[in-house]
């Protein structure tokens, strides 16, 4: 009986213990819907095209009743610190091709040393920013994230906009023909007012 009590009270403890850690672990880092948005507007290279994050956001993260997409898919990118994987830093290489990178690859020798200082520290700072709540210097580091990708991206590479947004507008458009076409059909007195 004592046995069983005394499991029971390690059970009891182990519970309590368990229930104190998850009240414990820090709020989900959410940054206002104005940043997570202006963030979002930084271009990513994901190996087939280069678009916006924002067109990854919305595609992987469904908004709910207080926050969008983009604030989501920021709050996982920094609670995670997976934007070391963010191939969002271009680098226009002497053969003029374009090259993207993320703050964990190794960087060629072409870039300088004050543009590979810069990609791997950007980053930490920023999430610092974040996390002490500097919405205005937070606003500046995208800024400056976005002034460096029109800069190093060379001006005549285009952003590609991902093959699934074609087919949703050539969708849209044809069934904009379509529906319009079967009411000159059925209403033919309407159209020739």
Request: net charge neutral.
């Amino acid at each position: 009986m004592q046995n069983r009590n005394r499991r029971y009270t390690t059970l009891i403890l182990a519970l309590l213990f368990m229930a104190g850690s998850v009240f414990a672990m820090p709020a989900p880092l959410i940054m206002p819907k104005a940043q997570a948005a202006h963030f979002c507007r930084l271009l990513i290279n994901d190996g087939e095209s280069i678009a916006p994050l924002s067109s990854h956001a919305h595609r992987l993260m469904a908004a709910n009743d207080s926050l969008t997409s983009e604030q989501i898919f920021a709050s996982y990118i920094f609670r995670q610190s997976n934007w070391i994987t963010l191939r969002i830093f271009p680098h226009t290489e002497t053969d003029g091709t374009v090259a993207w990178y993320s703050a964990s690859d190794l960087l060629p020798a072409s870039v300088s040393t004050e543009h590979q200082k810069y990609i791997h520290e950007v980053f930490p700072h920023l999430q610092a920013e974040i996390e002490a709540g500097h919405w205005t210097t937070v606003d500046a580091y995208i800024d400056k994230m976005i002034e460096y990708q029109c800069k190093f991206a060379n001006n005549d590479q285009a952003v590609s906009t991902p093959s699934y947004l074609i087919y949703v507008v050539a969708l849209f458009f044809a069934v904009l023909l379509i529906s319009r076409i079967i009411f000159v059909n059925l209403h033919p007195k309407r159209t020739k007012q």
